[in-house]
């Protein structure tokens, strides 16, 4: 049979997007990096996951990473949602924070409290790593976890999604990587909302890295 489908996967799971959340999906498929913002509310956290899941399903042997800044964060928003979410269709193992899917896809929940503590996940690969509240985040913490980024099984398209709430410590940085860039970072393309453009690679050599910003 073939592969089945976002949509068909949502589908199952009793999930209709919204309009703004079938875009980010939609976009998703298109760039390395996306930041779903927007107000306060906007579903963008149970697009998150959702998508994450679908990710999971669609890729036997994919990996993915979820992240909160730190741990009770993480426990009381994300993680109860996806242990619901999940009931009967991944097993879960609380002490660990993953969930294990039939077709051997893992889905792992993280936080890097402190800027050191992304190290933890050196030498891991994942598909795709997901951000939770981006801004609570550090620029140099998005860079390192960037690099983890590695397709664990065939067929995998390696991307990073973020969500985001206005404000917040990294305000700045997050701003100035999907919203308003330098002009000297964009190769191509226009960094205006809703629309994919190119930035240029940090390293010579290296293809140029899709963004977009779905407000």
């Known amino acids: 049979p073939?592969?089945?489908?976002?949509?068909?996967?949502?589908?199952?799971?009793?999930?209709?997007?919204?309009?703004?959340?079938?875009?980010?999906?939609?976009l998703a498929d298109a760039v390395h990096e996306l930041l779903f913002g927007g107000a306060v509310g906007g579903g963008k956290s149970e697009w998150l996951l959702h998508h994450m899941v679908a990710e999971m399903e669609r890729h036997p042997g994919n990996r993915g990473l979820i992240l909160r800044r730190d741990m009770p964060r993480l426990g009381?928003?994300?993680?109860?949602?996806?242990?619901?979410?999940?009931?009967?269709?991944?097993?879960?193992?609380?002490?660990?924070?993953?969930?294990?899917?039939?077709?051997?896809?893992?889905?792992?929940?993280?936080?890097?409290?402190?800027?050191?503590?992304?190290?933890?996940?050196?030498?891991?690969?994942?598909?795709?790593?997901?951000?939770?509240?981006?801004?609570?985040?550090?620029?140099?913490?998005?860079?390192?976890?960037?690099?983890?980024?590695?397709?664990?099984?065939?067929?995998?398209?390696?991307?990073?999604?973020?969500t985001t709430n206005p404000g917040g410590v990294g305000h700045r940085w997050v701003k100035r990587r999907w919203v308003k860039p330098e002009p000297a970072d964009v190769a191509d393309g226009m960094p205006t909302p809703g629309s994919v453009w190119s930035a240029r690679p940090k390293v010579e050599g290296q293809p140029p890295v899709a963004r977009v910003f779905v407000p």
């Open 2 to 26: 073939p592969a089945p489908t976002a949509a068909d996967i949502f589908a199952d799971l009793g999930w209709s997007p919204q309009p703004k959340q079938a875009e980010a999906e939609r």
């Open 76 to 162: 009381r928003s994300i993680l109860p949602r996806a242990e619901a979410v999940l009931a009967g269709r991944a097993k879960p193992n609380r002490n660990e924070h993953t969930f294990t899917f039939p077709n051997g896809s893992v889905l792992e929940f993280g936080h890097v409290q402190y800027e050191h503590s992304v190290h933890q996940y050196s030498g891991a690969e994942y598909g795709v790593i997901a951000f939770e509240e981006v801004t609570e985040f550090l620029e140099a913490q998005w860079e390192f976890l960037s690099t983890r980024v590695r397709a664990p099984a065939a067929g995998v398209r390696t991307h990073m999604i973020a």
